[in-house]
């Protein structure tokens, strides 16, 4: 007998994963970019023509002074300073982007934001959510399936659907590891295998990010183009979001094919991804002459997004693994359990039965051997569209 | 030192295996023999083998739709491979330093690179399919896998040492191509040769038919 | 015929020469071929891939025929060929492959997969691993010289008939004629106005022909089932008795295997090259009609459609003849979308028809035909094997479309459309 | 110890370019890659000022701070120099530099850098001094041969000045010195373009806000 407790609590667990997801996206963006921002403001790129637009939208007639040094020893000190607003644009005979800047106005500011934001409070949020999902499993446990594992199956995935979501898993796995050794070597890496071993680790790591990062785009086109229909959101995504996914009221909220928190892990995959892809566009290609200024910018965003996927992802992995009993089924062999849908995708599951596509695993064969896919004859509409 | 093995005498060692291997598979498969087909001909077979040897590089067209995701990854795969096994910059340099003995034109390393993203993409969606897909999974044992698994070992150690700036990974790199010259010959890796032979025994065979194989 | 598995073993590892050895080799199990087989894109099941159908043969040519095999077996890391395999893939050798060779065209690779099948089911009937209505049919056709039990009695009767129809005798052990012609036992039997078609046809061109009253069966189960003692003896039964007419053409009927039989695997069979040339009963009419001896009339305006049979179209060759003559009289024939070198199989080729146990299996898989059919909307097809047809008209019944589609032979139809010659 | 530091006199400098020339030649620095390089500001105006710049060996170096390998180090003489060795060629050190000194000998696609090159103030690498490998990754140590940074003893105009910083500030300090008060009574010498003068705020409006 399954106690009370458990019952009560284990859907509602679950779901308070995808909120907690929601809240950490929200949180990390407000958390990081306005430090970046306060800094950006405080930046006074000279530019005589918007001063004076400024100046004929205020009616102000008075002359404004522009900071500028005459003298050698003034420009040498502003130079010394770092202080790129004193400063007019300059020519010069070397060739090279950004070269004719006397001062990279921005440089300094990403340097703090790299080393005192991005840095610390990425490697608190990664560390903290395998803390949370660790916490979690030894307090909560694995969420079952109530109803125990049936004799019949649903086809969720198809064999199409199941390599694009394993691509793109390698390849993101691939991805955070390497940029998670760049991020956070020089603090744990070095004191341990040596400037050395840290270098040749390093570089393979960059090499192989850089290589593999134009995959991601791919990878993240083909699951847009497959999965987007069933992630758009529809009327009981409201209720499940208003309910917490199920942690107020203390029960699984009815939903469909995906919930309202996987839709929302998909629209996150979606814009994050797309964010990590062109800010990483535009890194690994300097041959197009963008500066350092956007390279910057990118990388920061770059930086941003991926800490918050991949303690997305994390929680992602989570659930689906040992988290809790049956979801890895079907993208593992394509079917998944009937129990399980009707404990989580309640609407899908009841749509399936009526429409008679319940399968028993003996027809399903030796783990999902048989595929009801079109070429078999059997046209199974894939479901949730 | 160990590099020094792996860039010397490992090197020749796994190179003349793989030589002498791929020669002896050949025999091994020719040894036996084919009895002559008495039947009267309608045409020759050679134009046949030939013919079939070329056509089999593109798929029949009522195969595009339900194999198409095995022919795009298997295409990506097998042209990507091809492009930067014997077009990159270095494999140019050490196939002519060990090799040849005269090299050619590279690609320009950007292509290098798209080159071998299109075999990553590719040879990751085969492998995938592999997994997912009940016939494949049905079919593959564990030749297929150990020979995929090490092509992208040899790809990705490829790929780490991009920079071309430490020598160690260069080592990982050959060492990695060394195993897998090693295994090559004795696995169905084998098919980069023999499907020369199966195309135009099936080719000669269907032609003298009056077929098109 | 005595079996015995060790010997079966031994036979199948006789039939392993450079060509299977090489397709072994090339395969890397891509699975493309599956998407060719009409048994598998019908149930979906992977068990009925092309190339799964020949593992047993596969481990016992890496066991015996590769080096890494023979130290995997001595290492007991590849598993001997057991009689359980055998016993476990007769289905797959016998009930789901009608030899249509369909996957053979599309392997990557080049491996001619049918080629190897052949001569796997060498191995498994020697072992005795066969399904019963094959062997009965072999049995039959080596005692009384048809699978179906045809004797020479039956056919005199048949003859009867025809003759009455025609108002002609029909030649019977004429020597030194052109043309010898052989029928297979489902034309005598289901069909008999192919008989009376031919010697209409002949009349009217002016082909001189016999029968022979000892053989008359151009079918051959010895290919069928696999066994080169059985085929052999069959394909010299049709010789000797060419050769003692003293003929110079020997006529394949519309039957698939009876072509492959007498046409391509024969001389291998029995060893040596005939004294006489073997041409498919369409060949030599689209000949005629070429030379202007078979002179046709009346084109109908009914749509129509042809049914390429495998061993005579994709593993025979005699692809633009049958095209020929049917656009003489037809002005509406249309091709099923895949056709030809390509065509989808009836179902019931390679021995399947004469095996009763695989019929649920065949009328499953007829559905890629049905579907063919249903999106060419036509509602006459017209084939060239008596057996394709008897396949066909089954499983038209079957899936209750028997009402809408009507089944033709092609030399019947042309038969239809004969201009009397004038002498 | 001696801290070694750059000065550049954009009263003296004359944009000749000198220093460039004698670094690139000297370090034998490949192709693409400008350790040195002289700015101009208001080119042709009045006011027109030109500065020498190259590493500037900060205190508390940005590239030092951010690299993701550790490959910095501040030698005795308060020089920023780095480890090719290490160096991986990611190029945020090029993002953190306020002075746009370290260079890549290649900005091709996929960030294909190669290793980070920049100014040694002569003075090599972390490999043995002179040796023919350091020269190769690293150019010239003159330093160790007790010379200065080719550039500032090229100088025509002795507008760069190289050395040890006290020393520097004592030679600058004599030129203001000897240039005496018009110099400090900031653009006497020359026009005064301190102010920018507003001169077209009197025009007239075409249309209504």
């Known amino acids: ?385 | 030192m160990i590099g020094d093995l792996i860039d010397g005498p490992l090197w020749y060692f796994s190179a003349a295996v793989f030589l002498l291997g791929v020669l002896w598979r050949v025999f091994e498969i020719l040894r036996a023999g084919v009895a002559r087909d008495l039947a009267p001909p309608r045409a020759g077979g050679s134009a046949g083998a030939v013919r079939a040897l070329f056509s089999r590089f593109l798929p029949r067209r009522s195969l595009v739709k339900t194999g198409k995701l095995q022919l795009i990854a298997g295409y990506m795969f097998h042209l990507g491979l091809f492009a930067l096994l014997f077009f990159a910059a270095p494999h140019v340099d050490f196939l002519e330093e060990r090799v040849t003995g005269f090299g050619w034109t590279p690609l320009p390393h950007w292509a290098f690179i798209v080159a071998s993203e299109v075999a990553f993409a590719g040879l990751l969606l085969l492998l995938l399919y592999r997994l997912m897909h009940p016939v494949t999974r049905l079919l593959s044992s564990a030749d297929e896998y150990i020979g995929s698994v090490l092509v992208f070992v040899v790809m990705l150690t490829g790929c780490l040492a991009l920079a071309r700036s430490f020598e160690v990974l260069r080592l990982v790199h050959l060492f990695s191509a060394e195993l897998l010259l090693v295994y090559f010959p004795f696995s169905n890796l084998m098919h980069a040769f023999t499907f020369v032979i199966s195309r135009s025994y099936t080719g000669a065979n269907m032609a003298r038919k009056g077929v098109n194989a | 015929m005595n079996e015995d598995f060790d010997q079966g073993l031994e036979v199948l590892n006789g039939q392993i020469d450079a060509r299977v050895s090489s397709y072994f080799s090339s395969c890397v199990h891509c699975g493309l071929c599956a998407e060719a087989c009409l048994f598998y894109t019908e149930t979906g099941d992977p068990k009925y891939t092309p190339i799964y159908k020949l593992e047993p043969m596969r481990r016992l040519w890496f066991q015996r025929h590769t080096l890494r095999g023979k130290v995997a077996k001595r290492l007991g890391l590849s598993k001997e060929v057991t009689r359980q395999d055998f016993a476990d893939w007769e289905e797959l050798v016998y009930d789901s492959c009608t030899m249509c060779g369909r996957c053979s065209m599309v392997c990557p690779v080049g491996n001619d997969i049918v080629y190897m099948i052949r001569r796997e089911r060498e191995g498994f009937s020697k072992a005795g691993y066969a399904p019963e209505g094959m062997k009965a049919a072999t049995h039959r056709a080596l005692t009384i010289g048809s699978p179906m039990g045809v004797t020479l009695k039956t056919l005199r009767a048949v003859l009867v008939h025809v003759e009455k129809s025609v108002g002609r005798p029909v030649p019977i052990d004429l020597k030194g004629v052109d043309y010898m012609a052989l029928f297979s036992s489902m034309e005598i039997v289901n069909f008999p106005e192919y008989i009376e078609s031919l010697s209409r046809i002949f009349d009217a061109a002016g082909v001189s022909w016999t029968i022979s009253s000892e053989a008359f069966e151009a079918t051959n189960s010895g290919i069928q089932i696999g066994n080169r003692e059985a085929a052999a003896e069959l394909v010299g039964r049709v010789v000797n008795a060419a050769e003692k007419l003293g003929v110079k053409y020997v006529i394949s009927p519309e039957c698939g295997h009876a072509y492959m039989a007498i046409r391509w695997e024969g001389p291998n069979l029995i060893g040596r090259q005939y004294g006489f040339e073997v041409v498919h009963i369409l060949e030599l009419l689209d000949q005629l009609r070429s030379s202007g001896r078979l002179k046709l009339k009346d084109k109908t305006d009914t749509p129509l459609t042809l049914h390429d049979p495998c061993q005579i179209v994709r593993r025979g060759g005699v692809i633009d003849q049958p095209r020929n003559l049917l656009n003489e009289v037809a002005s509406r024939f249309v091709e099923m979308k895949d056709h030809g070198d390509m065509n989808w199989c009836c179902g019931g080729g390679g021995g399947v028809s004469a095996n009763d146990r695989a019929e649920p299996l065949r009328l499953k898989v007829f559905q890629r035909k049905k579907r063919q059919i249903e999106e060419l909307g036509v509602d006459t097809m017209v084939t060239m094997c008596a057996n394709c047809r008897i396949i066909l008209e089954e499983g038209l019944e079957h899936y209750e479309m028997d009402t809408e589609v009507k089944m033709k032979s092609l030399t019947d139809m042309l038969a239809e459309h004969l201009e009397p010659s004038p002498g | 110890m001696a801290r070694m530091k750059f000065y550049c006199d954009a009263e003296r400098c004359i944009e000749c370019n000198g220093c460039v020339t004698a670094c690139k030649n000297v370090n034998e620095v490949p192709w693409g890659v400008n350790r040195r390089r002289v700015v101009t500001i208001r080119d042709g105006e009045p006011g027109e000022r030109s500065l020498s710049v190259a590493c500037m060996h900060c205190s508390d170096a940005p590239c030092a701070a951010v690299c993701p390998v550790d490959c910095f180090y501040t030698t005795d003489d308060g020089l920023v120099l780095h480890d090719k060795d290490i160096c991986i060629g990611c190029g945020y050190c090029f993002y953190a530099c306020p002075f746009g000194a370290p260079q890549f000998p290649a900005d091709g696609a996929f960030a294909t850098r190669g290793k980070m090159d920049k100014c040694t103030f002569c003075a090599g690498g972390p490999l043995e001094d002179n040796s023919a490998e350091e020269f190769r990754k690293y150019g010239a140590n003159r330093l160790a041969e007790g010379k200065l940074p080719l550039c500032a003893e090229m100088c025509a105009t002795k507008a760069l000045l190289a050395g040890d910083a006290d020393i520097v500030a004592d030679i600058y300090r004599k030129r203001i010195i000897n240039r005496g008060a018009s110099v400090l009574n900031r653009g006497v010498s020359y026009q005064n373009a301190t102010l920018r003068s507003p001169s077209g705020l009197s025009g007239r409006a075409t249309s209504k806000e």
Not at chain 1, 136 to 163: C, D, Q, T, W
Not at chain 1, 326 to 343: I, P, S, V
Request: hydrophobic share 45%.
């Open chain 1, 1 to 385: 007998m399954r106690s009370m407790e458990e019952t009560r609590w284990s859907p509602a667990a679950t779901n308070c994963f995808h909120l907690f997801w929601i809240l950490l996206l929200a949180a990390s963006t407000f958390l990081v970019i306005p430090g970046g921002l306060a800094r950006a403001e405080g930046v006074e790129i000279p530019n005589p023509g918007a001063d004076l637009w400024r100046e004929v939208r205020q009616r102000d007639a008075t002359p404004v002074p522009v900071p500028a040094p005459t003298t050698g020893i003034d420009l040498w000190r502003e130079v010394r300073q770092r202080n790129a607003a004193a400063i007019p644009a300059g020519t010069t005979q070397v060739s090279g982007t950004d070269s004719a800047e006397l001062i990279n106005a921005l440089g300094d500011q990403w340097r703090r934001f790299r080393m005192e934001q991005l840095v610390p409070y990425g490697g608190y949020v990664l560390g903290g959510m395998v803390l949370f999902v660790a916490l979690f499993y030894f307090i909560r446990g694995r969420v079952p399936i109530h109803a125990g594992v049936s004799n019949k199956v649903l086809f969720r995935y198809s064999v199409y659907e199941r390599m694009i979501h394993w691509f793109i898993a390698s390849i993101f796995l691939f991805q955070a590891i390497t940029g998670i050794f760049l991020l956070f070597g020089r603090d744990f890496l070095i004191p341990v295998i040596g400037h050395g071993a840290f270098s040749l680790l390093a570089s393979a790591s960059k090499e192989g990010h850089n290589l593999f990062g134009p995959l991601f785009l791919l990878a993240l086109a083909l699951i847009f183009v497959r999965f987007v229909r069933r992630n758009i959101y529809e009327k009981g995504d409201l209720t499940w979001l208003l309910r917490g996914g199920g942690v107020i009221g203390k029960k699984h909220v009815p939903s469909n094919f995906f919930n309202m928190g996987e839709k929302s892990m998909f629209w996150l995959l979606v814009f994050a991804g797309g964010t990590l892809v062109v800010s990483g566009l535009i890194l690994i290609f300097p041959n197009f002459g963008q500066g350092r200024a956007l390279m910057g910018l990118s990388h920061a965003a770059h930086g941003i997004t991926a800490i918050v996927m991949t303690a997305v992802i994390i929680g992602h992995i989570y659930i689906g693994s040992i988290g809790m009993e049956g979801a890895l089924e079907g993208m593992k062999t394509g079917y998944c359990d009937l129990n399980w849908a009707r404990e989580h995708h309640d609407w899908w599951a009841q749509r399936c039965e009526n429409e008679d596509k319940i399968l028993s695993r003996d027809q399903v064969g030796r783990a999902g051997v048989h595929s009801p896919e079109p070429a078999a004859g059997q046209v199974v509409e894939e479901s949730g569209k």
